[in-house]
């Protein structure tokens, strides 16, 4: 095996590719948004998720508590627990495959970027990042304040130093392998609501 | 083995079918153009694209170095892969040291490439697709005629017929929504079963040593965070520089590739998580070889999007499985062709070299003008065949020579007022297969300009003359 990887960086040393490779610093914000906020909201729609904006934690609390999701789910897992208090800990369970009939998850998203509705979830906050697809339903809460205009900005602001695993989560889970029919919730969640607090 | 005219031919037969695929890609090509139009700087990150692809693959011993000492840092295991059979051995030794029977599988078109599962299946392991489409190939027994829509040659009611052959679903049964219910279910059932996940990998961050994949079912993400075994299969062309890089990828992939803002899934996998082991593959099998072709290297930039195939006129009217190669379309061929010119040297004639494949190309690569030059390759090589062949030497000598050229424009344009149409367009004359030969006209080009040009003149003369009275 040792062999092969040296073997395999020694043919890469010399290539066709010749002159000066080193590229430019380059930034492409995107400007001329007018309102992120809605555009955020809009591009989540158009994905097929749900985008509401609350005034506050209360509000966001009782968002939930009057959302369809809930009042039709058996196992809640929530971890914000200001928002919901839930019945299933997938805290305290030891393997992922417990958390298997989950019916909804709330967990918070670090960032949302308005040009493509991407919502930033830090899986290292959770026990089971498996949760995150596992559960039928989805609700990623996210600070007013974090909806950033681009994925350039919203990588700027991600620290990978210690991160194990982080997603980008854009609306529920689909698929049009169907003969291009857009069908809602392949494997992961069926349904993702984004509240967007403040 | 047919050619792509040949088989082509066969995909055009199903009228309605060719016409339904014609269609349905050419409307994914117009969302792609949607949204790129929907980003104010979309030109400009094409450039930096290719940029960042150019300085990447330039520079590639030391950026897969600095993966792989990142990727082991947060504890994955990286190995090094030759060629595809290295490839498929990695892969097994690591399912057999752990016992695993059955994988969960995310697409990878690396692992079509080196044909991994049926390497897998010989050896007793049971790999399932878990991507709808890949998983309906992989019960119909076929292969992806499509990199980004494998099943796009397959109509719904065919699935219908095969998910009642093998999930049991209800005979007649084609609504896409009850057939991808009736695929959760059962591929559900394999996630939660599963002893190890497969996975391809979109960006491979030099930076972090991060592995990012981007899915929209979810599959891939369940397929790494389920098992304690977790394999990610790379081309070595995947590796950039920096995080930051992701930001430029990420906004061009799933714009070109579906006409997606984003993935619903973009998942960044730093090293196993806690309780699993992870592998990562990096394989180069014939990636080095077209980085030293100079004319050609740019092939190698290829993030795999699938534009060009939504786009191309020839690959929307004649399907993937009309390509011999495991990629089919204008990449397809412009990879393919390093391969073995001879056996694919059909494929860089199936195209128009309208160039609309290089108009959508993410990162830029040449493709339509690489086209043309594997076609030379295809000549000087001699792999023309004889019809062909002699066809453009008559052509050239007539060409090179005015005379010649002036006495074929007057015999055929005589011959084919008397001679029957029958003559000129038969059996033999592949060009007249769905064409007629048009209405020949008297004068040739020439003696129509001659005249024009005198009519012309004495117009000019007779104006001047006006004017200078007035």
């Known amino acids: 095996m040792t062999d092969s990887r040296r073997l395999l ?126 559960s039928e339903n989805l609700i990623l809460v996210v600070k007013g304040q974090d909806i950033v205009p681009d994925m350039e900005s919203a990588y700027a602001r991600i620290d990978f130093t210690r991160l194990r695993s982080g997603y980008f989560i854009s609306g529920p889970s689909k698929t049009a392998d169907i003969e291009q029919c857009l069908v809602i919730g392949a494997h992961g969640a069926k349904s993702l609501l984004v509240l967007v607090v403040g | 083995m047919k050619g792509h005219a040949r088989l082509a031919a066969a995909f055009l037969k199903q009228e ?84 695993a029977r059955l994988v969960a599988k995310s697409k990878s078109m690396l692992s079509e490439e080196c044909s991994l599962n049926e390497f897998l299946e010989q050896h007793g392991v049971e790999v399932v697709e878990t991507d709808l489409a890949e998983r309906i190939i992989q019960l119909a027994g076929e292969r992806p005629s499509h990199i980004v829509l494998p099943s796009i040659h397959i109509r719904k009611e065919e699935v219908g017929e095969i998910f009642h052959e093998h999930l049991g679903t209800e005979s007649g049964e084609s609504d896409p929504t009850r057939l991808t219910r009736a695929a959760r279910a059962h591929l559900r059932e394999k996630f939660l079963a599963a002893e190890a996940g497969i ?96 004319k050609f290297y740019k092939a190698a930039f290829c993030i795999r999007c699938g534009a060009c195939l939504n786009t ?35 494929m860089p004639y199936a195209s128009t070299l309208c160039g609309s494949c290089s108009a959508v190309c993410p990162v830029k690569i040449d493709i339509h003008r690489q086209i043309v030059l594997w076609r030379n390759a295809v000549v000087e090589a001699g792999y023309l065949g004889w019809a ?21 424009g007057w015999v055929v344009r005589r011959l084919s007022r008397v001679l029957p149409p029958a003559v000129f367009n038969n059996r033999l004359t592949i060009w007249g297969k769905s064409r007629d030969l048009p209405k020949m006209p008297a004068r040739s080009f020439r003696a129509e300009y001659r005249s024009y040009s005198r009519s012309k003149k004495k117009r000019l003369e007779s104006r001047v003359g006006r004017e200078g009275r007035s």
């Not at chain 2, 000492?69 to 190995?79: D, E, K, L, S």
């Open chain 1, 9 to 134: 960086l020694d043919r890469f040393k010399k290539l066709a590719i010749t002159g000066e490779t080193s590229y430019a610093v380059y930034s492409h914000l995107h400007t001329g948004m007018s309102d992120p906020r809605r555009l955020f909201q809009s591009v989540i729609e158009s994905v097929g998720g749900e985008c509401r904006f609350v005034a506050d934690t209360e509000a966001a609390r009782k968002a939930v508590a009057g959302s369809e999701v809930l009042l039709a789910a058996k196992q809640v897992c929530s971890y914000i627990k200001e928002i919901a208090q839930g019945n299933f800990d997938a805290e305290a369970m030891a393997d992922a495959h417990q958390c298997a009939d989950v019916d909804l998850t709330i967990v918070r998203g670090e960032l949302g970027v308005a040009e493509d509705g991407a919502v930033w979830v830090n899986a290292d906050l959770l026990r089971h990042r498996a949760l995150l697809f596992l």
């Open chain 2, 16 to 99: 309605e079918r060719a016409h339904w695929h014609d269609q349905a890609l050419w409307y994914v090509r117009e969302k792609r153009d949607r949204m790129a139009a929907s980003i104010p700087d979309w030109e400009a990150l094409r450039e930096t694209a290719q940029a960042i692809k150019r300085h990447a693959l330039a520079n590639l011993p030391s950026y897969l170095e600095e993966f792989e000492r990142n990727a082991v840092a947060r504890g994955a295991i990286v190995h090094y892969a030759l060629d595809a059979a290295e490839h498929n051995r990695i892969v097994l030794e690591i399912l057999k040291r752990r016992n």
């Open chain 2, 388 to 408: 062909k062949s002699a066809a453009l030497k008559t052509a050239t000598l007539g060409m090179k020579s005015t005379r010649l050229f002036r006495l074929g």
């Open chain 2, 199 to 294: 996975s391809g990998v979109n960006f491979a961050v030099a930076e972090t040593g991060a592995v990012v994949i981007c899915t929209n079912e979810g599959n891939a993400d369940l397929g790494n965070s389920l098992p304690d075994l977790y394999i990610a299969v790379m081309g070595v062309e995947k590796v950039i520089p920096k995080t930051r890089d992701l930001s430029v990828f990420l906004r061009l992939l799933s714009r070109s590739a579906t006409g997606q803002p984003i993935s619903a899934y973009t998942s960044h996998l730093l090293g196993p998580r806690p309780g699993q082991e992870m592998h990562v593959v990096v394989v180069d099998n014939g990636r080095s070889e077209i980085l030293q072709r100079e």
């Open chain 2, 312 to 346: 191309c006129p020839v690959y929307r009217r004649s399907g993937g499985h009309s390509y011999n190669f495991v990629i089919p379309g204008p990449i397809g061929t412009i990879l393919a062709m390093h391969r073995d010119l001879k056996k694919y040297k059909d």
